[in-house]
């Protein structure tokens, strides 16, 4: 049963204090995406990865929020330092992109992590 | 700029009862067109997806109808039923170089009452 898993599924943390949220994504898939979910912004693209390099960004703040895929079974996204403001879910996706890279259909979503910064 | 645009916000529909969610878009290279369904607690699920050389994909009780002219695209879930109260999301993809990625609608509660 290939599925994307996410920790931790909670946390809670006082503004200041680093977190560090972690991604498995389904075996062979070669895209990992990071998104927050708020009641008020939705669903946004933070960043992704393709062949584990980074290909976007741009969601991300970039003074405090950082993003790596140290091996191809493995993606973080880290605070530091953590504000309230960030409290939301965050989660994990990932697909498996067409031979010629530059289609993308299919993502599948882990079950999230629920940050709250007090 | 919000590129996919869902209404209704929310929606309460009676058991047996059709749910219609719709999308609009506005970037003409959207290709791929997803809905994604979340219920409280998880991460969203693809339901069923279109492209845009089809006008309509059924799948058991849930059907898109796509217009490419009006680009727009919606949801039809046929004979609602309570286990389908959740949130459901419509998004849209292109072709990049740099690597497709989706661009998700606001989101439709769904409620279905017994």
């Known amino acids: 049963d290939a599925r994307v898993t996410q920790t931790p599924r909670h946390k809670v943390t006082e503004m200041g204090q680093e977190v560090t949220m972690r991604c498995q994504p389904i075996?062979?898939?070669?895209?990992v995406f990071w998104y927050r979910q708020t009641m008020m912004q939705g669903l946004e693209l933070l960043a992704y990865?393709?062949?584990?390099?980074?290909?976007?960004d741009s969601g991300m703040p970039k003074d405090r929020f950082s993003a790596e895929m140290p091996d191809a079974t493995l993606a973080t996204l880290k605070i530091q330092p953590s504000e309230p403001r960030d409290s939301a879910v965050y989660f994990c996706?990932?697909?498996?992109?067409?031979?010629?890279?530059?289609?993308?259909?299919?993502?599948?979503f882990g079950p999230g992590t629920r940050l709250t910064v007090t | 700029q919000q590129q996919v645009k869902q209404s209704p916000q929310s929606l309460i529909v009676q058991k047996g009862g059709i749910s219609i969610i719709n999308c609009a878009y506005e970037?003409?290279?959207?290709?791929?067109f997803p809905w994604y369904q979340q219920f409280p607690g998880k991460g969203p699920a693809l339901l069923i997806a279109?492209?845009?050389?089809?006008s309509e994909k059924k799948e058991g009780r849930f059907t898109i109808s796509f217009n490419k002219s009006a680009k727009q695209f919606s949801l039809h879930i046929m004979d609602s039923q309570p286990g389908d109260s959740a949130t459901y999301f419509c998004?849209?993809?292109?072709?990049?170089?740099?690597?497709?990625?989706?661009?998700f609608g606001e989101g439709t509660q769904l409620t279905v009452n017994p």
């Open positions: 996706a990932s697909g498996l992109a067409s031979k010629d890279r530059t289609s993308l259909y299919e993502q599948y």
């Open positions: 075996l062979g898939h070669n895209t």
């Open positions: 990865f393709r062949n584990r390099a980074p290909l976007d």
């Open positions: 970037n003409t290279a959207f290709d791929y």
């Open positions: 279109i492209r845009p050389d089809v």
């Open positions: 998004a849209a993809s292109k072709r990049e170089t740099s690597g497709s990625r989706l661009t």
